[in-house]
């Protein structure tokens, strides 16, 4: 038996010498941007009027080859690319091959995907092909290239799948692989393959509950995404969790969806009514993959209520609004219970035994190491069940983070789970963007993080964070109102689609992105807050005015009921106090040097 043991620990350290050596010798990645008659003056770099930022930090930080010759038409430039050769022996140095055309880049040539292949290489191409299409042979995928989103022809609409060329012959042209689409129609055709949007919202989670606005909450992942992101200072969502949900995922007010008063109950026969249309399904036409992880809360009395029929492609995670977090049991105020924990439409126990934010977001890194962002951009929705409390006895944490928060003396039981509940969230949002990043996927990825509501109830004013390198402007604080409904029309805007939410009804967001990206600007100057008939209350704000209106006093006392213990006041200055802010200082160095952002 020691034997045994030798030889496999000897197996194994050879094991990782090789694979420390085959890791060195990978060949590099190899990405290939071509713009179509984009001439000498066209640059920023070469021009006075032209502004190509990126462009021109490639040439900065790169080598400018000033002396580049190309040929005079698409079709012989892109041949001599592609396969090494001059147009003289491919047969294309006369002209184009037109629509028409029976002919193509003669197939005894090999292309640079084939010369590839020997190494390993994952093959892509993603745009114009313009080198033959007569024959299905003469087509990327046939010639070396593992996919292929674009078009065959050699001209087409920005803006549809329409081709045509000066002999008049015209039609359909945009494809995935050999299959014609219409995925692209009425989307810029540059912007189709832009974004990864990454949606992630606590729940219940307070103004003081994070680092940044706390003395005793360490969230170092968080604080990151608002050091380098942009702070909505003035985010305002609802007071419980359905109408806070329905007006992200709409951009419509609660009071226009009738979830204005209260929260859809275990037994109740509702939900979010059908004619909305949801974030996911405003995505779809941009070919988004459209992924929801965590907490549904907005009915299931009917299937077409739930995620996969109102435009997920997945749903792993829970129907109800309260559920113990080691176990897939949900209960309600009512005392209706019963399991709820699905993969879909399908009850499962899987998650049983397994604190429910480390569940979450190993789907989130599943869901992400399975994703082609070559083919299609991806929405992940991950409404975290965290740090929702219903009852004292439902909050819970790993035992092990619990203790890391015994350093502060004067904290009760309840905040010290609370706070280790809030250092476990940050955890998985560390890790749900360290994967993004070690995926290639970060880099043109926005990042949305806030809470569907505040730790108290009726807390209507929550963290919220919006982090992206396709913002201009970042690192700072975004002082300008923003309610929860401005988040889609927000997002759409930042890719590409500035008219998606026309003619819908009732849409309350505003786009903020133009505003958010140059630090300019007033998009708000009122927020409805609620209108609530059936309690007879309303509240506005207008500037920096509110209005409240009541038929019952709502003073200090307004949650004496609930008594649970959030402690938001500074705790007492301690040695371990001060060696508090020595692990929150090298936490955030640790998140910087790990080069997620």
């Given amino acids: 038996m020691p034997n045994l043991n030798m030889i496999s620990v000897i197996t194994y350290a050879a094991l990782i010498g090789i694979t420390h050596t085959l890791a060195k010798q990978l060949p590099p990645n190899v990405i290939v941007l071509l713009a179509d008659d984009m001439g000498w003056a066209d640059v920023g770099y070469h021009s006075d009027h032209i502004l190509t930022p990126n462009i021109d930090t490639l040439a900065a930080d790169g080598v400018v080859l000033n002396q580049y010759y190309t040929h005079p038409v698409s079709c012989p430039s892109r041949a001599a690319l592609l396969t090494g050769v001059h147009p003289i022996h491919t047969g294309l140095q006369n002209s184009v091959i037109y629509n028409q055309s029976p002919t193509g880049l003669p197939l005894h040539f090999k292309l640079w995907p084939q010369y590839l292949k020997p190494y390993n290489y994952a093959t892509h191409i993603v745009g114009k092909w313009h080198l033959g299409f007569s024959r299905r042979n003469y087509t990327p995928t046939y010639r070396g290239f593992d996919s292929h989103v674009g078009y065959w022809t050699y001209n087409k609409e920005y803006y549809s799948d329409m081709s045509f060329d000066v002999y008049g012959v015209s039609g359909r042209d945009f494809r995935h692989n050999m299959t014609l689409t219409t995925d692209a129609n009425g989307v810029y055709s540059t912007d189709y393959f832009t974004d990864i949007c990454v949606d992630i ?119 109800t609004y309260n559920k113990e977090y080691y176990s897939d049991m949900s209960f309600d105020v009512y005392g209706v219970s019963g399991r709820d924990f699905r993969h879909n439409m399908t009850l499962t126990t899987d998650a049983n035994g397994v604190y429910s934010t480390d569940y979450f977001t190993d789907i989130c890194v599943d869901i992400i190491d399975k994703h082609n962002a070559t083919y299609q951009p991806l929405f992940l929705y991950v409404p975290y069940q965290a740090v929702h409390v219903f009852q004292k006895a439902s909050a819970s944490a790993p035992q092990h983070l619990i203790d ?118 007033q998009v708000r100057r009122q927020i409805i807050h609620n209108i609530d008939p059936v309690w007879n209350m309303s509240a506005i704000r207008w500037h920096d005015w509110k209005l409240v209106r009541s038929a019952k006093w709502v003073g200090d006392n307004y949650d004496s009921d609930l008594n649970y213990d959030r402690q938001t006041q500074p705790m007492n200055v301690t040695d371990k106090m001060i060696m508090f802010k020595s692990l929150i200082n090298r936490y955030r160095e640790n998140s910087t040097l790990f080069k997620v952002f």
Avoid at 241 to 253: D, F, I, M, N, Q
Avoid at 260 to 286: A, D, R
Avoid at 411 to 425: E, F, K, P, V
Avoid at 438 to 467: H, T
Wanted: aromatic residues 12%; contains cysteine.
């Fill in 201 to 319: 919202i606590a729940d219940d989670m307070g103004w003081a509950d994070v680092g940044y606005h706390s003395d005793h909450i360490l969230t170092p992942n968080i604080d990151t995404l608002a050091a380098d992101g942009v702070v909505l200072n003035q985010y305002y969502t609802h007071p419980v969790s359905c109408p806070s949900r329905a007006a992200l995922l709409t951009g419509v007010h609660p009071i226009h969806t009738g979830l204005q008063n209260s929260v859809i109950y275990n037994q109740s026969p509702t939900g979010l009514p059908l004619h909305f249309k949801l974030w996911p399904q405003y995505l779809k036409p941009y070919n988004y993959a459209t992924h929801i992880v965590g907490k549904w809360h907005l009915g299931f009395s009917q299937r077409n209520y739930t995620p996969t029929y109102r435009g997920f492609d997945s749903h792993v995670g829970y129907w």
């Fill in 404 to 521: 890391m928060f015994d350093m502060f003396d004067n904290m009760s039981d309840a905040r010290r789970t609370m706070a280790a509940m809030i250092y476990s969230l940050d955890e998985s949002i560390g890790r749900i963007v360290e994967r993004l990043y070690s995926k290639g996927m970060l880099e043109n990825s926005i990042v949305v993080f806030m809470s569907d509501n505040g730790g108290f109830r009726k807390a209507i004013r929550v963290p919220a964070i919006i982090w992206s390198p396709l913002l201009r402007k970042s690192g700072y604080i975004y002082d300008n109102l923003i309610d929860v409904s401005d988040i889609l029309p927000t997002v759409l805007e930042a890719i590409g689609d500035s008219k998606g939410l026309n003619g819908q009804l009732n849409i309350y967001g505003v786009s903020h992105w133009h505003s958010l990206s140059t630090g300019e600007g």
